[in-house]
């Protein structure tokens, strides 16, 4: 059973049109992440929330924003995605006792901008 | 700053043989967590073995182990009995201790590929 679902798998927008990809666990971890990964490149982590706390990674573009609103449901809003925002977008879960590592990670959806 | 440094873009092993994928990093902390990450081509991340740095024992899960050297700032992954569906990009990964803004800091190397040839 999945653990950590991405929807959709895939997603295409229009340069400069909002988009958001959602993220949801059945896993009940208090700590989610959010990373952009690039064709061939490592995973680059955006932001993580712990529980309601919301982090932001220093070099993360504010054209990206996220929203929790609550354990299972995580969100990634892009307000005006720009071609070198097409990449595959990962969720991924943690539970903080064990070190606060990413443990589960969904399919991630791939992100085309038009 | 910390970094996390894969060396070797790609590498191949014969089925059952064994491979070693090496990862250095640099760090001033003590406290910290290193790991390995297996992204199979068009599938998801799943999380391979973790150390603490505190741990002075290697790691080891299943066919999986690594080989940690906190003095060297080394921390290589061994695969024992390779096999087809072990065929992946790697990745390292370095999670650092609670930083003052009381957040972590995460970095992941640039990975490496292993084939394995039948």
């Known amino acids: 059973d999945a653990m950590v679902i991405q929807n959709p798998r895939y997603q295409v927008t229009q340069f400069g049109k909002p988009v958001t990809l959602s993220c949801s666990q059945t896993l009940n971890h208090n700590v989610m992440y959010w990373y952009q990964q690039k064709s061939s490149q490592a995973p680059k982590l955006l932001f993580h929330y712990y529980d309601k706390d919301f982090n932001n990674e220093a070099d993360t573009p504010d054209n990206f924003q996220s929203r929790r609103p609550n354990t299972s449901f995580c969100f990634l809003d892009i307000r005006s995605p720009g071609l070198g925002d097409a990449a595959m977008y990962l969720c991924a879960t943690s539970r903080e006792r064990q070190g606060g590592i990413p443990q589960h990670f969904g399919d991630g959806t791939r992100l085309s901008i038009l | 700053a910390q970094t996390v440094t894969q060396s070797q873009p790609e590498m191949s092993v014969q089925e059952a043989e064994t491979v070693t994928l090496s990862c250095t990093y640099d760090t001033s902390e003590s406290d910290y967590y290193l790991f390995w990450y297996k992204q199979p081509p068009s599938r998801q991340m799943i999380l391979v073995i973790r150390q603490e740095a505190y741990k002075q024992q290697n790691a080891t899960e299943n066919r999986f182990s690594v080989n940690f050297q906190k003095a060297a700032k080394s921390f290589s992954l061994k695969i024992s009995d390779s096999q087809l569906g072990d065929a992946a990009m790697y990745f390292c990964?370095?999670?650092?201790?609670?930083?003052?803004?009381?957040?972590?800091?995460?970095?992941f190397g640039t990975g490496t590929r292993l084939k394995v040839l039948a």
């Open positions: 990964a370095y999670r650092s201790g609670l930083t003052t803004s009381g957040t972590y800091k995460y970095i």
